[in-house]
């Protein structure tokens, strides 16, 4: 007898401890039924949505969901009823004066009794700072992105009054001008100018090698873009007396980075200037074509040309040079592969030494 009534004592002790546990708790308890309303539920639930509990009962449970959340929510109340538990599922509830809630929901069926066992913690705290740092970084990457823009069309326009300014130093006939102390200056200024256009370049460079993963693509009209550089460098294509040659009939618009296809243009232009063939001027040609699908164009120079039997695997390297000129830097083909392939295109060459070189760059549509 003593058994058993200490038994009885120690069973009305447990469930008297899930009482507990179950009322006091500050997690969202709740037994559902299959038919989709609340069967019981702990005083958090009534207390986070601001219903009683004669309100919660009376109801269908989706009546309490966020309007934008109800699909989803259905659909995994289904698969409940395929007893198929659900874990960490998040959703939002409406209460009762209208605030929205976050409940991250773990649910157990158990087909038997046709009820479903749930725990939810309020979430929305987290949620909230989860929105509060996704618009921080919005912002953030819109004001990057624009100081971005800013530095390369300051870099990108200033390299015109440059060349310009270069220009009028070329222009002058030093053998003119007897005092040492002005040549001395013209010296000076020339070379820091010098210095100037080297340091825009590689600032336009550097902004659109780190920019080209992220580059915004557009429909661009190919002769707008030319013309933009060619104008950038009107002043070397005068001095050098370069021919260049354009047919954009083929196809007139592609799909790219505007910044991405200047730059193009504006290496392999002053590639095929830098490197013409000694006492020729530059014979440049630049046309497109749609080839098997594929929208190309074609840049073809008759200048010094490259030895594809020693190069081929090095041609678009980053810091290769192929010959002395002072003022090679290894950058430009790599620049240009670089472009083209980060948005899907590809690149091609064909040269010979002393006979030219012609690119065919692809892109995707």
Known sequence: MTTKLIERSRDSNDTLNL??????????????????????????????????????????????????????????????KKNIPLLNFENRYLTKNGDIVWLSWTSMPVEEEQLVYAIAKNVTHKRKQEEDRNLLIKNLTKINNDLKQLNYTASHDLRTPVGNLLSVFNLLDVSKIQDEETLE?????????????????????????????????????????????LRSLNSLIKDSKAAINVDFSGVKKIKFNKALLESIFLNLITNSIKYAQLNSRPDITIYSRRLNGVNQIIFADKGQGFDMEKIKDKIFGFQQKFNAHHDSKGLGLYLVHSHITSL?????????????????LSFQD
């Open 344 to 360: 899907g295109g590809s690149i091609c060459i064909n040269s010979k030494i002393n006979e030219g070189s012609e690119f065919t």
């Open 185 to 229: 200056f013209i010296d000076i200024l020339k070379a820091a100018t010098e210095n100037l256009k080297t340091t825009l370049n590689s600032y336009v460079d550097i902004l659109i090698e780190k920019d080209g993963l992220q580059a915004h693509v557009e429909e661009l009209n190919l002769s707008d873009s030319l013309n933009g550089v």
């Open 19 to 80: 009482e507990l546990f179950f009322e006091l708790t500050p997690d969202l308890l709740c037994i559902a039924g299959y038919d989709g309303y609340f069967k019981r539920i702990n005083p958090a639930v009534s207390k986070l949505l601001g219903y009683t509990e004669e309100e919660l009962f009376s109801r269908p449970i989706n009546d309490f969901v966020y309007i934008d959340d109800k699909e989803i929510t259905a659909q995994n109340r289904d698969n409940l």
